[in-house]
């Protein structure tokens, strides 16, 4: 895990938050390549879950909303952890996560008592308990109270979902290994409205899409583990939830969920606004209050699935290499660019003009001119970059029937192969 932490910190993925003023527990700023790799992933989610769908559709709402937001879903009363301070160096843990003494001292713990995860903050120039208000601690929320927008505006028919990507923030007591439990999160949810009596259909079917995205975007299924949750461990609105747990180096732990919230929220929300949050069955007249399947995702922990499954060390040309094995679709940089010398301008000037050519049509493409080739290939294979590119003196016609071609260079077995340059979008891409 430190080796991923390393690499991520030197090759620009992953920074502490506030770093310069000594950090802030809980927080990681994405560099760079760690940017390119989180939008990927959102953007592949994006498409796979509501753009490539004839029934889901998306939302970004405000991450401030109305307290009684969170009233009625019962988050002010019900979302917390159990917290226990150690008498004598005062540290404080999670109740669930520690055995009977501090493992940072060995004291004695006082009473466990309940700690809400929610980060309150306050709205408008005037204090009080009226201007309370909080960051959301699940983007959920923002779905549930644009459910009658959504129905007035696009009428659509059960079954059918809401998506959302946003920041969601939770107060964790004890944030630790690495982007895996942050205080300030991103997710990806979708909420599934279904009739009363075809949940447990609509549930497996996202059951099975849930493990399906898992393994297109490169997690190993073997990875991926269903836990059943057991009726007193599940969140307070679920009948039914799994957790799918992942093999990370800290050991295995959810990585994503995904729960059957029943009619809890729609009818709390329409019962604490007054707002009708009923949908009227046009084929059979009824009206009635959809039941919910919600897959939640969380990216932070994808990324660091993702990273964890992609980091790979084997030996190449007799060296030791370390090498992020992304597929193409997720890796932050899809091919480098090089002039084979930088120090001859018509090489250089040959690589710009592939280099251009190829950004046009797949913008996530670098250039790469420092060092020599070894180091450029060492760099990019670091970085998970599928293909290496190299302009050489055939590029240029130095051997005529070479005119026009390039060495492309595959990470995974740095095999080298000539190819023209007129085929390199439809290999890269
Ligand atoms: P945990 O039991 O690990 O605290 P949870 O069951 O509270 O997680 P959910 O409320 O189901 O998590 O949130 C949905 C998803 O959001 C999780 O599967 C996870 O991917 C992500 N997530 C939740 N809390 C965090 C966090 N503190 N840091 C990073 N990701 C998180």
Not at 17 to 22: L, N, W
Not at 197 to 208: H, K, L, M, Y
Request: proline residues 5%; contains cysteine.
């Amino acid at each position: 895990m430190e080796k991923i932490v390393s690499l991520c910190k030197r090759r620009g993925f992953i920074y502490p938050g506030s770093e310069i003023y000594g950090g802030l527990s809980g927080t990681w700023d994405y560099g760079p390549l760690g940017v390119e790799l989180k939008n990927n992933i959102k953007q592949l989610w994006w498409r796979t879950f509501v753009q490539e769908r004839d029934d889901m559709c998306g939302v970004d709402a405000a991450i401030l909303m109305s307290p009684e937001v969170w009233k009625a879903s019962g988050h002010v009363d019900g979302f917390q952890d159990p917290l226990v301070e150690c008498a004598k160096c005062k540290r404080r843990f999670r109740a669930d996560q520690v055995a009977d003494t501090c493992p940072e001292c060995g004291g004695k713990f006082g009473e466990v008592r309940q700690f809400n995860m929610m980060f309150k903050t306050q709205i408008g120039a005037a204090e009080g308990e009226g201007s309370i208000s909080y960051l959301r601690p699940e983007t959920a929320g923002g779905i549930f109270v644009n459910f009658k927008n959504i129905i007035d505006s696009f009428h659509p028919k059960l079954p059918f979902g809401i998506a959302q990507i946003g920041k969601a923030f939770r107060n964790e007591i004890a944030p630790r290994d690495f982007i895996f439990r942050v205080r300030e999160m991103e997710q990806m949810e979708i909420e599934y409205f279904v009739r009363p009596q075809e949940w447990e259909q609509g549930f497996e079917s996202w059951r099975n899409a849930t493990r399906g995205f898992m393994e297109s975007i490169g997690v190993p299924r073997e990875h991926v583990h269903e836990l059943e949750v057991a009726p007193e461990d599940r969140a307070h609105y679920s009948k039914r939830t799994i957790d799918f747990e992942f093999d990370f180096p800290f050991g295995r732990k959810e990585l994503c969920g995904l729960a059957y919230r029943t009619d809890f929220d729609l009818s709390a929300h329409a019962k604490a606004s007054g707002a009708d949050l009923t949908y009227l069955d046009d084929a059979t007249g009824e009206r009635f209050t959809p039941h919910v399947i919600e897959p939640s995702f969380g990216v932070d922990r994808t990324v660091l699935a993702l990273l964890a499954s992609a980091y790979t060390e084997d030996e190449l040309g007799g060296e030791p290499r370390t090498y992020l094995k992304f597929n193409s679709a997720v890796a932050p940089v899809k091919a480098a660019v090089f002039p084979l010398l930088k120090n001859k301008p018509e090489l250089v000037a040959k690589a710009r003009e592939v280099y251009l050519m190829l950004k046009k049509q797949i913008p996530q493409v670098m250039w790469d001119d420092n060092g020599n080739i070894g180091k450029r290939y060492r760099r990019q294979d670091e970085i998970g970059t599928p293909y290496c590119i190299t302009i050489d003196f055939d590029t240029l016609g130095e051997t005529a029937s070479l005119k026009d071609t390039v060495t492309i260079r595959n990470r995974d077995t740095g095999e080298q192969e000539r190819v023209s340059v007129d085929s390199l979008v439809s290999r890269i891409a």
